[in-house]
């Protein structure tokens, strides 16, 4: 809507959080299938106005108990800076999503920048 009225605009500064989520994927997919689903995970982070920061594939690994009958799983860990709103998305896109088993959502600072001031 345009303001017409000769007075000061307020621009919304969105304030963008460090996020983690770490994945459990299902070993039986190929690298095809999991590349797919991670596109779709970062598509949805860009959608949403966050930015991708890493990608960190830990591999497949054992499990210390079965999940969905499967003692062997394939871990992501996604590291990306997130408006509130996102990740609230992201975990929905996460649970609807075939070949994920579980997943798990920190919040690693409070700000992207909160990182660069420390160090």
Request: proline share 3%; hydrophobic share 40%.
């Amino acid at each position: 809507m345009l303001d017409i009225s000769g007075g000061p605009q307020t621009v919304r500064r969105i304030s963008m959080r460090k996020m983690e989520t770490l994945l459990l994927l299902s070993p039986e997919l190929s690298v095809e299938e999991r590349e797919g689903i991670l596109t779709n995970l970062s598509e949805v982070i860009a959608r949403e106005n966050g930015t991708m920061l890493e990608v960190d594939h830990w591999g497949m690994r054992d499990l210390a108990y079965p999940v969905r009958k499967q003692m062997r799983g394939y871990y992501v860990r996604l590291v990306y800076g997130a408006p509130s709103q996102l990740v609230a998305e992201l975990e929905r896109i996460i649970r609807i999503t075939d070949g994920i088993f579980k997943f798990i959502t920190v919040r690693l600072a409070d700000s992207l920048d909160a990182e660069k001031e420390v160090a």
